[in-house]
C-alpha cells in the first residue's frame, strides 16, 4: 500500500538525510509535550500550596487546631478549623464503603476468575465496568432519591442527608476498581498453584480461598487500596448524599462532611470568598491531595509489581535470598556428610498413619457443601452488582423518561418547571468536550509518542512517566480548584467555555496518555525493527509504521476518556453556571453543563426531580452512544488488522 | 503471531482520527468567530436567594442573553469589585468588609450599602432593590400548638439562652404543647437565611454584646443544620415536634407538606407569612442587585434593569415567591427606574 | 457419591506378602481399559488399555505431544480442570470405575497424588507447604500437624535440610528441594498412587538424581507412575514402560524388555534416537 512511500524519496542510500530537521523539529516538540505532566504538577502545587499559604496567614487559623480540632464551624460568628470532623466524614465514607464493597467485588472478581465459564464472563466483566462509566453525579442522585427513602424505612432515625446512603452507593462505584484489578491478580495467579491444590484433593473452593486468594493478596490488597482513594477524592456522592454539615462523630445514619464535600461546598454554598472559610478549601484540597496520592502511590508499586510477573508476596526479597543462601550454605557444611547417608537410612514406613480415615466421608461431604455455598456467595456477589445497575437505570429511565419531549431537547429554556429545557446544557457539553479535546489530545498523544517511541529510559523520563500516574490519582475537586485558581483566576479566562475545558483536559490528559501508551504497545515490535531495519528514522518509522496501527486504539481510548470528561461534575462547579437561555457561542461564554443542570435541579423542590432524571437519560443516552462508538473502531479496527 | 514483515499501515484510522480533532477545531474556532453580537452577553451571579428570581428574569428576558449562577451574596458582590460579573445578587448589604477583601477603604462604604468611591479594581458598586425576601418558620402539619409564635418565644426555642427542650418549656404554649423533645431543622452558617433569621430574633445580633448565641452554637445537638431546604422541608415534614425556617419562595411550593408559623414581633401582633402581608409581616428582607455605577442608557444592564424594576419584571417575583416592590413600597421601583433614565 | 476412605479397609485386609513384586494381578493395580481422551474434539489419547501394577514403578516415554502427559493426568482425573478436555472408556481401581462421573474427584485425588514438571510449592512457608494437604482433612491439632510435617519431610529426605527454617518461605527454597518439596506435600495426604509428570525435567543432574533415589524409596510403599523425556531415567529407575506415540501406546512392558529388545520398530526407532 503505502510501503514504497519513503523509499522513493531516498533513492541513494547516500543521500543526506533529507528530513533531518524536520526530525528533530518533531521530536524537540514530542519532549515538550511531554513536559506538560510537569507543568500540570506545578500547577496543582502552586494551587495548593498557595491557597494553603493564605489560609494559615489568617489570624485565627492554627496549625495545631486545624490538625487535631474537634469542632469545623468555618462560618460561624466563632469560626473554628479543626478538621478532625471532615477527617472522620471521610473516614466513615472510605471505610463503609470498603467494608461493603471489598468483600463484595473480591467475591465477584473470584467468580469471574474462578468459576465463570468463559462466555459468561466475557459477557459479565463489561457489565460490571459499566457501573465505572456512569457518572458520579448520577450516583449521588441514586443515592439521595432511591437508596435515602430505603434507608430511612429501615431506620427512622436516618437523617435525609446520612452517611449510610452515599457509603452504599459509593461501594458500587468502586466497585469496579477492585473487581477489575483482583480479577486480575487472580487470573495471574499461575495455573499449576490451582493444579497442585486440586491434586491434593481440596474442592476448587479450597483452591480459590486457600491458595488463589491468599496468592492474590497482594493485587487484592492493592485493589482496595485503589477503592479507598477513590473513595475519599470521590466529591459528587458526598456532596449529594451524606451531607455538608461537618460534625466529628461515628454515626452512619447521621450527616457528615468528608472533606471533598466542604471544597465542594466553596463552590455552590454561601461561603464568602476572600474569608478563611473560603481558603480552608485549598489547605483541606492539600491534605486531601497528599492522602490520596499516598494511597495510590502504595497501590500503584504493587500493581506495578504484579504487571511485571512478581505477583507473590511472600517471595522473599533479594537480600533475603541471599541470606537464605548464605544460611544454607553454612547449614550445608554440617549437612552434606549427613545427607548422604539421610537418603539411604532412609525408609519409607507406611504403617505410621497420621489421617484418621473415620469421619472422612461426613467430612468430605460438609466440605463439598461448604465448596458450593462459597461458590454461590461469590456468584451473588456478583448478581448483587448487577441487580443494582439494572435497578439504576430502571429507576431512572422510569423517573425521567416522561419529561423527555423535543421542547425540553431543545427548546429554548423558560424558568418555570413546565419550561425547563437543557438545550444550553447540552450545547454546553459538547462544547465543552470538544475543547476539551482539542486541548487534551494533541498534547496527550504527543507525550506518550514521545515516551514510547523516541524516549530512552532516563531518570527524566522515568520521572515524567510517574509524575503522569500521579496524575491520574488525583481527585476531580482539587483539579477543580486548580482551574479556578490558575484558568479562571491567574490567566484572567473567568468562568468561561475556555477556562472550563482546560479543566477537563487536565483531568483527561493522563487518561489519554495512558491509552495511548497501551494503543502504541500493541503495535508488534517487529513493525518498527522492519522499518529502522530499511533505514527510516525513528520518527518516519512513527509515522509510516507505528502511528496508523496505532490510531484506531488511540480514539478508542480518547473516546471513553472524553464521555468521562462529559459526564465529570466536580471539575467545573467552580466553574460552569447554573442558567443560561442559549448555547454558548464563544469560548469566552460562560456555559451550563449537564451534570452540573443534573445537580441543580436536585438540590430543588420535587417538581424538578423528574427532569433532572430526563437529564440524567440523555447524559447517559450521549454516554452510552460515544462508548458504543469506541467499541464499534476497536471491533472494525481488530477485524480488519492482520497481525 | 505477527509477521517479521508487515509493512501494511492502515492510514485510514490516521485519517479519520485526524479529521474528527481538525473538526473539532473549526468548531471550537467557530465558537470563538461566532460571536455574532446581535444580543449583548451578561454574566449575574450571587446569592442563592436571588438565584430562582434571576433565573426567571433571565428566562424572560429577551434582549440580553444572561447566564446565572450561584454562590452566595458575599460571592456576588466580591465577583463584581473583580469585575468577574456584571450583575452582582445580595440578600444582605453591601459593607465596608467586601471592600476590605479587595483591598479597599472600608469608609468608602455608607451604612446603607452604598459606595461613595470605587474600590481599588475600579468599580463603584451600586444598590438596586429588586424584591422582597419573606421568612417562613416552619412546623409540622400536625402541630396544633404552636401555629402562632412571638420573637420572645422564637428566642427560647432557637438562642442558646437558657433553650426549652421540651415544647411545653417554651413560655406561653404551656398546657397546650406536648412534653416532647423539640428539633430544629434549619439553615447552616453558611446561609444568609440563618444570618437574617437570627438578627431579627436575637437583639445587637453580630455585636460584641451580642445577647445570645444561636442554639447552632450551643452544641446541644437540637439544632440540625443544613445547606438543603428539602433537607430541611422533610424533616419537618417526617417529624411532629420540629420546628425550623426557609425562605416564603420555598414554603410556598410546600404547602400541603408543612404549615408556616404566624410571627410576631411584639407580644401579639401575630401576623401571617404571605407575600400580601408583607408589610405587617416582621421578617421580610430586601434583595439587591449591585452594578457597577448607574449603567447609562443604551448600556445592557440598563435595559436589564429597567425590565426587572418595570411592570414586567415585577410581576414574575410573586410567581417565583418574592414580594414585588409595590407591596412594600409603591415609590421604590419608580424611583430607582427614573435613575436609569426612564 | 463414591468416596475411597471405604476401599482403604477393604484394601488393608488384604495380606499382600510384603516385598515381593507381584506379577499376579491384584485390585490395588491400575487398569486402563479402551480409554480416549479428546481436547475440544481433537483425540489426544486413542485406545490406551493397559495394567498399571501396585508398588512399582511404570514409565511413559514418547515424543513430546504423544499424549503421556495426558494419559497421566487423566488417571486423576486432572484433566477435568481443562475446559474443553473430555473423555470415555473405563480405568479401574480398587475394584471401581474412577472414571465414573459418580466417583468424586477431590475423593479420588486425595488417593492418587500428583507431582508436576515444574516444582510448584505454594507461596507460603514450607511448613505450610505440608501441613496444607493434612488440614483439609481435619487436622487441626498444631502439635500433630508439626508430627506430620517433620515424618514427611523425613520420608522425602528433606528434614535435615529444612528443620531449621520450616517458617521460612518455600519459594527460598532451591528447584531440587522445592520438587521434593512437593513430593512431600503429596505424601502429606497418604496416597495410594504418586503421578509425576515429568518431575526432574527443570533440575539439574545431582537434584535429579536426589529424586530418583527417592522415588527407589517410594516404590516399596506407593505405586508410581511417571511421565518422563529422558530414556535413561525410565531405565533406571521404572519397573514397566510404555511407549507413546501419537496418542496410542504403541508398547507396554518390562523396562529391561522395552530397552533391550522392544518388540515393535517404532519402539525401537524411538529408543535408538532415530525418529523423525
Redo the contacts between chains.
Keep these: ?3 514504497g512511500g519513503y523509499l522513493r524519496g531516498r533513492r541513494s542510500p547516500l543521500t543526506k538525510r533529507v528530513s533531518g530537521l524536520s526530525e528533530r523539529a518533531v521530536i524537540t516538540f514530542l519532549f515538550l509535550a511531554s513536559s506538560a505532566a510537569v507543568f500540570i504538577t506545578i500547577a496543582i502545587i502552586y494551587t495548593l500550596v498557595e491557597g494553603t499559604f493564605n489560609f494559615f496567614s489568617f489570624e485565627e487559623v492554627k496549625l495545631f487546631n486545624f490538625l487535631f480540632g474537634t469542632g469545623w ?6 469560626p473554628e478549623f479543626g478538621m478532625l470532623p471532615l477527617i472522620s466524614g471521610t473516614l466513615m465514607v472510605a471505610g463503609g464503603t470498603i467494608v461493603i464493597a471489598g468483600p463484595i467485588g473480591i467475591g465477584a472478581a473470584l467468580f469471574l476468575s474462578e468459576y465463570a ?2 462466555k459468561l464472563r466475557t459477557f459479565l466483566k463489561p457489565v460490571v465496568e459499566l457501573l465505572a462509566g456512569i457518572p458520579s453525579i448520577v450516583y449521588g442522585f441514586f443515592a439521595l432519591f432511591t437508596i435515602g427513602p430505603l434507608i ?1 424505612d429501615i431506620f427512622p432515625e436516618a ?3 446520612n452517611v449510610l446512603q452515599g457509603v452504599i452507593v459509593m461501594s458500587f462505584m468502586v466497585l469496579p476498581i477492585i473487581v477489575s484489578i483482583s480479577d486480575d491478580a487472580m487470573k495471574a495467579v ?1 495455573r ?12 476448587k473452593w ?1 483452591t480459590s480461598f ?2 488463589v486468594i ?2 492474590a493478596s497482594s493485587g487484592i490488597a492493592a485493589s482496595i487500596l485503589l477503592g479507598i482513594a477513590r473513595a475519599i477524592g470521590e466529591t459528587m456522592v458526598v456532596t449529594l448524599a451524606v ?3 461537618a460534625g466529628f462523630h461515628f454515626n452512619f445514619l447521621k ?1 457528615a462532611q468528608p472533606m471533598t464535600s466542604y471544597i465542594a ?1 466553596t ?9 478563611p ?1 473560603a481558603e480552608a478549601a485549598f489547605a483541606v484540597a492539600l491534605v486531601l491531595f497528599l492522602l490520596t496520592f499516598l494511597i495510590n502511590r502504595i497501590a500503584g508499586r504493587i500493581v506495578f509489581r504484579i504487571k511485571k510477573g512478581s505477583m ?5 526479597s533479594f537480600l ?2 541471599k541470606a ?1 543462601e548464605i ?2 550454605s553454612i ?1 550445608k557444611k554440617d ?1 552434606m556428610i ?2 548422604e547417608t ?3 537410612v ?5 504403617s ?6 473415620k ?3 461426613r ?3 460438609i ?2 457443601i461448604k465448596g458450593t455455598l462459597g461458590a454461590s456467595l461469590s456468584a451473588l456477589c456478583l448478581v448483587i452488582a448487577v441487580i443494582f445497575l439494572i435497578y439504576l437505570l430502571y429507576d431512572v429511565f422510569k423517573g425521567g423518561y416522561g419529561v423527555i419531549s423535543w421542547d425540553f431537547l431543545t427548546g429554548e ?4 418547571v413546565s ?1 425547563l429545557s437543557i438545550m444550553p446544557a447540552i450545547m454546553g457539553s459538547i ?1 465543552l468536550m ?2 476539551t ?2 486541548f487534551a ?2 498534547v496527550s498523544v504527543a507525550t506518550a509518542i514521545y515516551f514510547n517511541e523516541i524516549a530512552r529510559d532516563t531518570f527524566y523520563t522515568r520521572f515524567i512517566k510517574r509524575m503522569i500516574q500521579n496524575l491520574a490519582g488525583v481527585p476531580s475537586i482539587v483539579i477543580g480548584l486548580v482551574g479556578l485558581t490558575i484558568f479562571v483566576r491567574l490567566f484572567d479566562l ?2 468561561s ?1 475556555l477556562a472550563g475545558s482546560l479543566t477537563l483536559a487536565l483531568m483527561m490528559m493522563p487518561i489519554i496518555v495512558v491509552s495511548s501508551e497501551e494503543a502504541l504497545k500493541a503495535v ?1 515490535q ?2 518498527r525493527e ?2 529502522r531495519g530499511m533505514g527510516a528514522t525513528r520518527w518516519q518509522t512513527v509515522k ?2 507505528v ?3 496505532a ?2 486504539g ?2 478508542t481510548g480518547t473516546i471513553l476518556a472524553l464521555s468521562r470528561a462529559i459526564g465529570e461534575t466536580a471539575p467545573i462547579l467552580f466553574i ?7 448555547a ?9 453543563a449537564l451534570p452540573l443542570t443534573i445537580f441543580y435541579w436536585s ?5 424538578y426531580k423528574p427532569f433532572a432524571e430526563g437529564t440524567i437519560l440523555v447524559l447517559l443516552a450521549i454516554l452510552l452512544t460515544m462508548n458504543a462508538f469506541a467499541i464499534i ?1 476497536r471491533y472494525r ?1 481488530q477485524k ?4 | 503471531m505477527p509477521p517479521v514483515i508487515a509493512l501494511k499501515p492502515n492510514r485510514n484510522w490516521l485519517i479519520a482520527g485526524s479529521g474528527v480533532l481538525v473538526i473539532a477545531m473549526v468548531v471550537a474556532a467557530g465558537c470563538i468567530g461566532g460571536d455574532d453580537g446581535d444580543t449583548p452577553k451578561l454574566v449575574q451571579t450571587g446569592s442563592s436567594t436571588v438565584l430562582p428570581l434571576a433565573i426567571a428574569w433571565a428566562a424572560e428576558y429577551d434582549d440580553a442573553e444572561i447566564t446565572v449562577s450561584g454562590g452566595g451574596s458575599s460571592h456576588g458582590i466580591n465577583a463584581l469589585l473583580n469585575k468577574e460579573t456584571d450583575l452582582g445578587d445580595a440578600s444582605r448589604l453591601m459593607k465596608g468588609s467586601d471592600y476590605e477583601k479587595v483591598g479597599g477603604d472600608t469608609g468608602l462604604v455608607t451604612s446603607d450599602g452604598q459606595a461613595t468611591g470605587p474600590a481599588p479594581t475600579g468599580v463603584t458598586p451600586y444598590k438596586w432593590v429588586v424584591a422582597y425576601d419573606v421568612l417562613a418558620t416552619i412546623v409540622n402539619k400536625d402541630n396544633d400548638w404552636a401555629e402562632k409564635l412571638n420573637y420572645t418565644q422564637l428566642y427560647k426555642i432557637f438562642t442558646d439562652d437558657d433553650p426549652a427542650k421540651y415544647w411545653d418549656e417554651v413560655p406561653g404554649l404551656g398546657s397546650t404543647a406536648p412534653h416532647e423533645k423539640i428539633e430544629i431543622y434549619a439553615p447552616d452558617e453558611a446561609s444568609g437565611t440563618y444570618d437574617y433569621f437570627f438578627e431579627e430574633i436575637i437583639p445587637k445580633w453580630g455585636k460584641d454584646d451580642m445577647h445570645a448565641d444561636t442554639r447552632l452554637n450551643s452544641g446541644d445537638g437540637v439544632y440540625h443544620p443544613s445547606a438543603d431546604d428539602n433537607v430541611i422541608l422533610n424533616a419537618i415534614r417526617d417529624n411532629k415536634y420540629a420546628i425550623g425556617y426557609f425562605g416564603f419562595a420555598y414554603y410556598k411550593d410546600n404547602t400541603d407538606k408543612v404549615q408556616a408559623v404566624k410571627i410576631a414581633d411584639e407580644d401579639d401582633n401575630y401576623e401571617e407569612p404571605s407575600l400580601s402581608n408583607v408589610k405587617n409581616y416582621p421578617m421580610a428582607r430586601p434583595l439587591y442587585i449591585y452594578t457597577d455605577g448607574i449603567p447609562e442608557e443604551g448600556d445592557a444592564r440598563n435595559e436589564y434593569l429597567r425590565y426587572v424594576l418595570g411592570p414586567e419584571g415585577q410581576a414574575l417575583v410573586p410567581e417565583v415567591g418574592y414580594v414585588d416592590l409595590d407591596l412594600v413600597d409603591p415609590t421604590l421601583a419608580s424611583g430607582q427606574l427614573s435613575k436609569l433614565g426612564a | 457419591m463414591f468416596s475411597f476412605s471405604r476401599l482403604r479397609s477393604k484394601r488393608d485386609g488384604q495380606t499382600d506378602p510384603k516385598g515381593t513384586i507381584s506379577t499376579s494381578e491384584s485390585e490395588n493395580d491400575i487398569l486402563i481399559e479402551d480409554l480416549n481422551i479428546y481436547y475440544s474434539g481433537k483425540k489426544a489419547v486413542d485406545d490406551v488399555s493397559m495394567r498399571i501394577k501396585e508398588k512399582s514403578v511404570t514409565a511413559f516415554i514418547g515424543p513430546s505431544g504423544c499424549g503421556k502427559s495426558t494419559l497421566l493426568r487423566n488417571i486423576n482425573r486432572m484433566n477435568e480442570e481443562i475446559v474443553g478436555c473430555t473423555f470415555d472408556g473405563r480405568i479401574l481401581w480398587m475394584g471401581q470405575n474412577i472414571l465414573d462421573r459418580k466417583v468424586d474427584p477431590v475423593s479420588l485425588r486425595r488417593r492418587i497424588g500428583m507431582v508436576f514438571q515444574k516444582p510448584n510449592p505454594f507461596p507460603k512457608s514450607i511448613f505450610d507447604n505440608i501441613a496444607y494437604g493434612p488440614k483439609l482433612l481435619g487436622i487441626r491439632n498444631k502439635k500433630e500437624l508439626a508430627g506430620i510435617v517433620e515424618r514427611i519431610l523425613k520420608d522425602a529426605a528433606l528434614w535435615e535440610e529444612v528443620k531449621d527454617r520450616l517458617k521460612d518461605p518455600a519459594m527460598g527454597l532451591s528447584g531440587g528441594q522445592q520438587q521434593r518439596l512437593c513430593i512431600a506435600r503429596a505424601l502429606a495426604v497418604e496416597p495410594d498412587v504418586i503421578l509425576m509428570d515429568e518431575p526432574c525435567s527443570a533440575l539439574d543432574p545431582i537434584a535429579t538424581a536426589k529424586i530418583e533415589d527417592l522415588i527407589n524409596e517410594l516404590k516399596k510403599e506407593y505405586t508410581v507412575v511417571i511421565v518422563t523425556h529422558n530414556m535413561q531415567q525410565a531405565a533406571r529407575i521404572s519397573d514397566n514402560t510404555g511407549f507413546m506415540y501419537l496418542g496410542k501406546m504403541i508398547e507396554f512392558g518390562r523396562t529391561q524388555q522395552i530397552f533391550e529388545r522392544p518388540k515393535e520398530e517404532l519402539t525401537e526407532k524411538y529408543i535408538r534416537g532415530r525418529f523423525g
Excluded: C
Aim: aromatic share 8%; charged share 30%.
Design positions: 500500500m503505502n510501503t464551624v468555618p462560618s460561624g460568628r466563632d465459564p468463559f430511612r437523617t435525609y442527608f499461575p499449576y498453584l490451582r493444579e497442585a491444590s486440586l491434586a491434593l484433593g481440596a474442592t479450597e486457600k491458595v491468599p496468592a451531607g455538608s454539615v450527616e461546598q463552590a455552590t454554598g454561601d461561603i464568602p470568598p476572600g474569608t472559610a507473590a508476596k511472600r517471595e522473599p533475603k535470598k537464605l544460611k544454607d547449614l549437612t549427613e545427607e539421610v537418603s539411604r532412609i525408609r519409607i514406613d507406611r505410621k498413619r497420621s489421617i484418621p480415615e469421619g472422612q466421608d467430612r468430605l461431604r466440605r463439598h429554556p423558560g424558568w418555570r419550561e462544547y470538544l475543547l479535546l482539542v489530545v494533541p473567568g468562568t467555555l508488534p517487529s513493525f522492519a522499518a509510516d509504521h502511528l496508523p496501527n490510531v484506531p488511540m480514539i460552569g453556571a447554573i442558567f443560561a437561555k442559549t454558548p457561542n464563544g469560548v469566552m461564554d460562560s456555559f451550563v438540590r430543588q423542590v420535587e417538581e473502531i479496527s480488519r488488522r492482520d497481525w
